[in-house]
């Protein structure tokens, strides 16, 4: 069965330190791969996605994400972590029906001063 | 921007009650999802529904049913509230196919039942 997997439940980053949170999927053909993240108490907001072409994406926020099909990863990046970055954050795969996403488990992210 | 609209922030309910929980979308999608999140366990997908009057299942059914009378809206029913069944409910639409440009969601329902 498809799944994703964000390996890191939770990670804490001094806020300006670059961060890095992983993602990877199992699926055979070229992925619909999203990310979305969670304020406290929120819905979801769709950061950025990939489909197709260039593989390095850019997002809202300042945020990029890199997908590798050699390692079937779709890891989020940002430069500069800000306070307010502080969340939950999501990846997802369109499932190999087309019908609808496949979530991982989330990573929280924590921003120290 | 496309909003998306469930009615209640909270709510609480008895065990046995049949709960009814309300979505509304305002860009004329398509396709509308229904979500639990639980703590450690992510999202999962209860059902969906691609077009009026239909609906498909996800991977967590049991327990539950939908309704789309309407394309702006789609409901999720809790036949007979259980306190498994305590959790946050997320409904999402998109315009394309399954989701595959993106969902948008709604701010979510917080569901207790006792």
């Known amino acids: 069965a498809q799944s994703v997997t964000q390996p890191d439940i939770h990670i804490t980053v001094s806020e300006g330190a670059s961060l890095e949170l992983r993602c990877n999927y199992s699926?055979?053909?070229?992925?619909?791969l999203f990310w979305y993240v969670q304020s406290p108490g929120q819905g979801l907001q769709l950061l950025l996605k990939?489909?197709?072409?260039?593989?390095l994406v850019q997002g809202i926020k300042g945020f990029e994400a890199e997908f590798k099909r050699s390692q079937s990863s779709f890891n989020l990046r940002k430069p500069s972590v800000h306070w307010s970055d502080a969340a939950e954050y999501f990846c997802?795969?369109?499932?190999?029906?087309?019908?609808?996403?496949?979530f991982g488990k989330g990573t929280t992210l924590s921003v120290s001063s | 921007d496309v909003k998306v609209t469930q009615s209640s922030r909270y709510l609480v309910k008895r065990t046995g009650e049949k709960v009814f929980l309300e979505c509304v979308q305002d860009?004329?999608?398509?396709?509308m999802f229904w979500y639990r999140q639980d703590p450690g366990l992510g999202l999962r997908l209860i059902y969906f529904?691609?077009?009026?009057?239909?609906?498909e299942k996800g991977d967590i059914p049991e327990g539950y049913s939908v309704s789309r009378e309407k394309k702006e809206r789609f409901s999720l029913i809790l036949e007979s509230a259980s306190t498994n069944q305590t959790s946050m409910y997320l409904c999402?639409?998109?315009?394309?196919?399954?989701?595959?440009?993106?969902?948008?969601f709604g701010s979510g329902t917080r569901l207790t039942v006792v």
């Open positions: 999402a639409s998109s315009l394309g196919a399954g989701g595959a440009d993106g969902y948008t």
């Open positions: 699926y055979g053909a070229t992925p619909y």
């Open positions: 990939y489909f197709s072409g260039d593989t």
């Open positions: 997802a795969v369109l499932n190999q029906a087309g019908t609808a996403l496949i």
């Open positions: 860009m004329d999608h398509e396709n």
């Open positions: 529904s691609y077009d009026v009057k239909m609906k």
